[in-house]
């Protein structure tokens, strides 16, 4: 079973008056017996700007992904109609 898990760990190592807080921030994709995990780094205004982009594309390339995945399984669908009418339609003439 497809499974998703996002977590983000806070550690007590914080110095409120450096301004500094340490987190783990992962993303887990898992599918059967093969997962992914994908860290997020945020250290620095860029990094923290680059961690919002790199969620925001991997969003976008899923969206993308399921819009093309749902096409070709209603493509499937109407080939699998197909066949299973010409069978039926072969069949019904044997028994003439």
């Known amino acids: 079973m497809a499974n998703i898990v996002a ?3 806070k550690y007590r ?7 500094q807080r ?3 921030i992962h ?3 898992a599918d059967c017996n093969r997962t992914i995990t994908l860290s997020i780094d945020y250290d620095g205004e860029e990094e923290r700007k680059n ?3 790199k969620v925001d594309t991997l ?3 899923l969206t993308e992904f399921r819009e093309a995945l749902e096409k070709e399984l ?10 299973n009418r010409i069978k039926a339609e072969e069949e019904a ?3 003439k």
């Open 59 to 61: 969003i976008d390339t």
């Open 74 to 83: 209603k493509y499937q669908a109407r080939l699998e109609r197909r066949r």
């Open 22 to 24: 340490w987190i783990d």
């Open 93 to 95: 003439k044997k028994k």
């Open 51 to 53: 961690a919002l982009h």
């Open 13 to 19: 190592d914080e110095d409120v008056e450096k301004g």
């Open 7 to 9: 977590s983000i760990t």
């Open 27 to 29: 993303l887990g994709i």
